[in-house]
């Protein structure tokens, strides 16, 4: 019946006058049923506007009613009109409404109501039980897979907004919903029929390659931002921040490649930020070490007192933070041997310990010959100078060098106690009041030594 054509005659009914009913079945659609009423036609009923109709075969041709896994087509053979030919309708079953039978006397009415308000009516003598309960299920299972994707679509839409929003996060929410959506249009797909239909795998398939399409582009997108925010507060020394959003960046890379699934050329451009990641993420594990060993170095080769006294200050805060950045974390990130870094603390603690109290006797040492000479001002400017030196050593004393805290302190009360006889007596008249024969001379520095 399928692929007949042709007139009939006193003792046939004949079949379509141009194509065979096959043609009517594409390429993704599987046939399920046929019937035919012969001369009877379809007739049809729009419920907005009233309007009514009936359409019926020329002579010596018959009417169709095919359904297929995706449409329900009525083809009326010659309409009628020997110059117009075969007269077709298709119904998608994701249109389809609601599906009855009405019985009359001679024969058993198929009622189809669409979506877009159209009843059409199909009168045939056969069984129509099978073909009745197939139009329910298969048009309940499209709707189903029409809604889902749908949803599918609408959340990709949102998901692109947000994208361009620069809400990455939202976005790939989206996309997951989205990706669910369509899961569920599956799971529909496979309970209508379990080893699928292929014009529902196709509207899946092409909504996948969508929602594909929006997470390779949300993964590089984010990605890209959080290589350049860790970028950004690695040169703030913000370490752990910029781990975190290497770590994050180099995920999405990843996933973008799996979700690429390309061959290595068309990857070249997500490597390439993929390789950039890690090369950092390395530098960035090694860096606190590395820069408190460049601060010290630096200390090694200057002859400044007072930029060697900054520059170990800088290598001890940057030895400390190295120290403090994997603390109480079961899984170590950067790069260092913690007895080792330790070590250094201690090292570089009394170093600057010893070039802060030097700095601070060097200082005094000006005071009093600016005090000798009558050059009150600048006796002032030098002791004071003296004073926040050895302040500064004592904070990092009591931390780390405990041992020189009590010479230290006791070296700057010599300083204080000077200033203030020297506020008392400006012209210096009574030099020899500076302190007591048991108090250090604050113009001395005692060395300090290195912890065992």
């Given at each position: 019946?399928?692929?007949?054509?042709?007139?009939?005659?006193?003792?046939?009914?004949g079949?379509?006058?141009?194509?065979?009913?096959?043609?009517?079945?594409?390429?993704?659609?599987?046939?399920?049923?046929?019937?035919?009423?012969?001369k009877?036609?379809?007739?049809?009923?729009r419920?907005?506007?009233?309007?009514?109709?009936?359409?019926?075969?020329?002579?010596?041709?018959?009417?169709?009613?095919?359904?297929?896994?995706?449409?329900?087509?009525?083809?009326?053979?010659?309409?009628?009109?020997?110059?117009?030919?075969?007269?077709?309708?298709?119904?998608?079953?994701?249109?389809?409404?609601?599906?009855?039978?009405?019985?009359?006397?001679?024969?058993?009415?198929?009622?189809?109501?669409?979506?877009?308000?159209?009843?059409?009516?199909?009168?045939?003598?056969?069984?129509?039980?099978?073909?009745?309960?197939?139009?329910?299920a298969?048009?309940?299972a499209?709707?189903?897979?029409?809604?889902?994707?749908?949803?599918?679509?609408?959340?990709?839409?949102?998901?692109?907004?947000?994208?361009?929003?620069?809400?990455?996060?939202?976005?790939?929410?989206?996309?997951?919903?989205?990706?669910?959506?369509?899961?569920?249009?599956?799971?529909?797909?496979?309970?209508?029929?379990?080893?699928?239909?292929?014009?529902?795998?196709?509207?899946?398939?092409?909504?996948?390659?969508?929602?594909?399409?929006?997470?390779?582009?949300?993964?590089?997108?984010?990605?890209?931002?959080?290589?350049?925010?860790?970028?950004?507060?690695?040169r703030?020394?913000?370490?752990?921040?910029?781990?975190?959003?290497?770590?994050?960046?180099?995920?999405?890379?990843?996933?973008?490649?799996?979700?690429?699934?390309?061959?290595?050329?068309?990857?070249?451009?997500?490597?390439?930020?993929?390789?950039?990641?890690?090369?950092?993420?390395?530098?960035?594990?090694?860096?606190?070490?590395?820069?408190?060993?460049?601060?010290?170095?630096?200390a090694?080769?200057?002859?400044?007192?007072?930029?060697?006294?900054?520059?170990?200050?800088?290598?001890?805060?940057r030895?400390?933070?190295?120290?403090?950045?994997?603390?109480?974390?079961?899984?170590?990130?950067?790069?260092?041997?913690?007895?080792?870094?330790?070590?250094?603390?201690?090292?570089?603690?009394?170093e600057?310990?010893?070039?802060?109290?030097?700095?601070?006797?060097?200082?005094?040492?000006?005071?009093?010959?600016?005090?000798?000479?009558g050059?009150?001002?600048?006796?002032?400017?030098?002791?004071?100078e003296?004073?926040?030196?050895?302040?500064?050593?004592?904070?990092?004393a009591?931390?780390?060098?405990?041992?020189?805290?009590?010479?230290?302190?006791?070296?700057?009360?010599?300083?204080?106690?000077?200033?203030?006889?020297?506020?008392?007596?400006?012209?210096?008249?009574?030099?020899?009041?500076?302190?007591?024969s048991?108090?250090?001379?604050?113009?001395?520095?005692?060395?300090?030594?290195?912890?065992?």
């Amino acid at each position: 019946m399928l692929k007949e054509t042709g007139r009939g005659g006193l003792l046939s009914d004949g079949f379509l006058r141009d194509d065979p009913l096959e043609s009517y079945v594409g390429d993704d659609e599987t046939p399920v049923f046929v019937r035919s009423n012969a001369k009877k036609g379809i007739s049809f009923e729009r419920l907005d506007s009233g309007e009514t109709g009936r359409i019926v075969p020329g002579s010596g041709y018959r009417t169709f009613l095919l359904v297929t896994d995706t449409r329900l087509v009525f083809v009326v053979g010659d309409n009628q009109k020997g110059d117009e030919g075969d007269c077709s309708v298709v119904v998608p079953l994701s249109d389809v409404e609601l599906v009855e039978s009405t019985d009359g006397l001679m024969a058993t009415t198929l009622v189809v109501t669409t979506l877009t308000d159209v009843r059409w009516q199909f009168p045939c003598r056969d069984d129509i039980a099978d073909v009745l309960a197939y139009l329910e299920a298969a048009s309940e299972a499209w709707k189903r897979v029409e809604t889902r994707l749908d949803e599918a679509r609408r959340l990709v839409v949102d998901a692109t907004q947000y994208r361009e929003d620069h809400e990455y996060d939202e976005a790939m929410g989206a996309v997951e919903d989205a990706a669910a959506a369509t899961a569920a249009a599956r799971e529909r797909e496979t309970e209508f029929v379990s080893s699928g239909v292929p014009a529902m795998d196709t509207r899946i398939a092409r909504t996948e390659e969508r929602i594909t399409d929006e997470r390779l582009r949300t993964l590089r997108a984010r990605a890209t931002r959080n290589l350049d925010r860790a970028e950004q507060l690695w040169r703030r020394d913000d370490y752990n921040e910029a781990h975190e959003s290497f770590v994050d960046a180099h995920g999405d890379y990843v996933t973008a490649l799996d979700v690429q699934d390309a061959g290595f050329e068309d990857s070249a451009s997500i490597r390439k930020k993929l390789a950039r990641v890690e090369r950092n993420l390395a530098a960035l594990e090694r860096a606190p070490v590395e820069r408190g060993d460049l601060a010290r170095e630096r200390a090694d080769e200057t002859d400044d007192p007072v930029e060697r006294g900054d520059l170990l200050e800088r290598a001890l805060e940057r030895y400390r933070r190295a120290l403090e950045l994997d603390w109480g974390d079961e899984h170590k990130r950067f790069v260092g041997d913690t007895d080792e870094i330790r070590e250094r603390v201690d090292t570089v603690a009394s170093e600057l310990v010893e070039v802060r109290r030097r700095l601070a006797a060097t200082s005094v040492k000006d005071g009093d010959r600016h005090r000798d000479a009558g050059r009150h001002d600048e006796a002032v400017e030098c002791y004071r100078e003296a004073v926040d030196f050895l302040n500064a050593t004592l904070e990092t004393a009591r931390e780390l060098v405990p041992e020189t805290t009590d010479a230290i302190a006791e070296h700057r009360d010599a300083v204080e106690r000077r200033l203030s006889e020297l506020d008392a007596d400006p012209d210096g008249s009574d030099p020899d009041s500076a302190g007591d024969s048991n108090t250090a001379d604050p113009g001395e520095s005692t060395s300090v030594a290195s912890p065992t």
